[in-house]
């Protein structure tokens, strides 16, 4: 049975008082219930707030509760050196990072990361004992097995732990509906049928698009191991809701 994991991509948002917040509340809410969550939750702070989770996490509050995880939304494919504003997959581990998010759409589309970046990246990570959550995704429907299959090949590490998200890039900004749950489930499908059945490396494949409250059970039930949260992964409530949802289709 693959763990189910909820990673909560805060993006560019967010200040201080904010996820302070968050980490009580859900804090609070694990301790209240006696035991954890069974899904893990892996929340992704800007850098500057990293610490905030990373002492958190380590406290007396968290000692007991295997529910939450610091993860960072990027790292540099180089250990150390004169690259000005990059941060080190050595610097995240340091500070208590277990994750990081690779190769998302926006990075992707911004800041033109290839595949060959991406892989350098997560390669990174995996040596720093971190396991990367790698996004792939296709440009349009047409494009799907093409695309997918190149990301998967030129993308992810042929060796180490890994998690992957899909997420269709030509439904970013969409509605949820605009994605059909029989695509997701035929997506979800072919990318676990391209990972080899022998090997356990890949611990789950999660989708990201859109989820929340409302279709989160009906995303599990296509086969999702996790969902990755954009706005819902900011309130602390419809995250614990979304684990409990995530928590009832463990059995998957």
Known sequence: MKNK??????????????V?????EISESTRSQGQGIPPKIIACFPFPYLPSLSSCANSADFENTDIISLGAQDCSSEERGAFTGDVSANMLRDIG???????HCERRKYH??????ILAKALSAIKNNI????????SSPCKFDIEIQQQITSSIPSDGKIIIAYEPVWAVGAPYEAVSSGHISRAIS?????????????LGVLYGGAANTINALQIMASGADGLMLGR???NAKEVLDIA?????????
């Open 5 to 18: 994991f909820i990673v909560c991509n805060w993006k560019m948002n967010g200040n201080k008082k904010l």
């Open 20 to 24: 302070t917040e968050f980490i009580d």
């Open 97 to 103: 990072c277990d994750y990081v998010i690779l190769g």
């Open 112 to 117: 033109k990361e290839s595949d060959s970046t």
């Open 131 to 138: 396991t990367p959550i790698i996004c792939i995704g296709e």
């Open 190 to 202: 072919y990318i676990k049928s391209c990972i080899h059945p022998a090997e356990d490396r890949c």
């Open 232 to 234: 819902a992964g900011m």
């Open 244 to 252: 409990q949802i995530c928590s009832s289709n463990q059995k998957n």
